[in-house]
């Protein structure tokens, strides 16, 4: 029987001796949830391409407990993954989460036009196949065979934690459900391949007792909504700058508290697989939806 005392908050969400891989872990999104998942007790991997970010970020949150540990892997690449399969299969007999932070925006391109043939010379012009080719292989393809990668040592995550245990959290966006293009088409059908990806995972990968689901951002501070990051890896997006689109209910970015709430939530609720969480601040209630 259930007691009360079982139902608090710090021993439903804690995290003790769970292994983590977070990849884009370095700044923005993915280095909210490896805080979030470091100070509730878990061995954090943080993955990207640039090293010195990566430990620049886990010198700057070195948590209470847990641990934050940098990896530089490109994860569009199949070698590199390999490679990172092996360096931390040789450190830990298994993962109970990988969250598939890396992403890319793409180009921006307003379809601002009402001639027909001005739209096209705006579009064509300025983007290429090569341009949309890169979106889609990091922001979709690349979390594929990340998750791929890792399915060993996630099924040996739920062998060690419980039925269903294990899973993967893919970071997708708002902006992968809504019909407004906000400028960006390939960032935005980019992000609904990986929304769609997410569903064909957790039905395919539930035989393994891996569970799959996605969180679906709104506009928190990153290095893609803002451009930049500071000495410790944050950014800073100003809520005029979010209440100037007109389109957000909460008249704020999101923050890193909200974010780290949905992480905790779709990491230790074993009962939940498939989903696609909005944590979007509103938006989807204004802006048309798929």
Known sequence: ?????DLKASKLFSVQDYVCIVTGGGSGIGLMAAQALA??????????????????AA???EPDQGAIIPLACDVTKKEDLTKLYEEISKKEKYINLLICAAGISGTKVEPNEESASKMK???WKEETFEQWNE???TDVTSVYFTTVAFLPLLQAGSESHGHLSASVIVIS????????????????????????????MSAEFQ????????????????????QSSGEDQKSELPDETVQAKGH???????????????????????????EIIAVDGGVLNVVAGK
């Open 1 to 5: 029987m259930v007691q009360t005392s």
């Open 39 to 56: 100070a509730n007790g878990a061995k954090v991997y943080i993955i990207g391409r640039r090293l010195e970010a990566l430990e620049k």
């Open 59 to 61: 010198r700057s949150h």
């Open 121 to 123: 010379e705006k579009l």
């Open 135 to 137: 979106t889609y292989n």
């Open 173 to 200: 966006s708002m902006s992968g459900i809504m019909r407004h293009a906000q400028g960006h088409f390939s960032y935005n059908a980019a992000k609904g391949g990986t929304v769609q990806l997410t569903k064909l």
């Open 207 to 226: 035989k393994l007792k891996i569970r799959v689901n996605s969180i679906a951002p709104g506009y928190f501070p990153s290095e893609m909504t803002t």
């Open 248 to 274: 957000v209910p909460a008249q704020r970015a999101g923050s890193d508290e909200e974010m780290a709430q949905a992480v905790l939530f779709l990491t230790k609720n074993a009962y939940v697989n498939g």
